[in-house]
């Protein structure tokens, strides 16, 4: 996503270069992991091998990773890969950041126990949307966890990425998962107290 707003999404794949997404601190971008994920990893929902799509500057990889488990992160943008990879360092934690298209996940030949998929998903309609998800449908091995944070058709207004419905998060996965819970929640923002209205997505791949 290109659009500046109170939505767009972390490091993802966009019509213009990743890179412009990081010029400066974006929103969506608070120092920390998103309340509802950080609620996932406490209840000891995020387990074995970790993928983070579209991890940005590595907030959920390095909470994942603080976890002791084997954690990689994806992103398009080669500077909040960079800033991902100096927090791991200064934190003294072990992940792996990969320049790597999340449309491609294939690509990488592995898989995967858990994803985490904070403003991702929300930003691709059609044909890079299907990509996506035949990607994580490879990428995750049978009984794996997928979690999706995504901007809600709750929102008022409509800038941003897509705003999505019940029916777009269970259609798009209708083929090889199973749909555990798509719940209310929020995305912290830095721009808004109150956050942005999103779903709290949890799929696991049959």
């Known amino acids: 996503m290109a659009e500046r ?23 969506w971008d608070i120092g920390r992991p998103q309340a509802a994920f950080r609620a996932l990893a406490d209840a000891g929902a995020i387990r074995g091998r970790v993928l983070d799509a579209g991890c940005g500057t590595g907030e959920h990889a390095l909470m994942a990773a603080g976890l002791g488990l084997d954690v990689t992160g994806v992103d398009l943008a080669v500077t909040a890969l960079r800033t991902a990879e100096r927090k791991a360092r200064d934190r003294e934690l072990t992940a792996r950041f990969l320049h790597q298209d999340a449309r491609r996940l294939a690509d990488l030949g592995e898989s995967f126990d858990t994803v985490l ?8 309609g059609g044909e890079d949307r299907d990509a996506y998800v035949d990607g994580l449908r490879s990428a995750v091995r049978p009984g794996g966890r997928y979690f999706m944070l995504g901007f809600s058709d709750r929102q008022p207004g409509g800038s941003g990425p897509h705003q ?6 269970t259609g798009a996965f209708a083929e090889g998962w199973r749909a555990d819970s798509v719940e209310p929640a929020t995305i912290e923002v830095t721009t808004s107290p109150d956050g942005a209205r999103a779903w709290l997505v949890a799929l696991t791949r049959i």
Do not use: V
Request: aromatic letters at 8%; glycine letters at 8%.
């Open 5 to 27: 707003s109170l939505h767009p999404s972390p490091g993802s794949p966009s019509p213009h270069d990743p890179e412009d997404l990081y010029t400066g601190p974006p929103p």
């Open 117 to 124: 998929d904070c403003g991702l998903f929300h930003i691709f």
């Open 164 to 169: 999505l419905t019940r029916e777009d998060i």
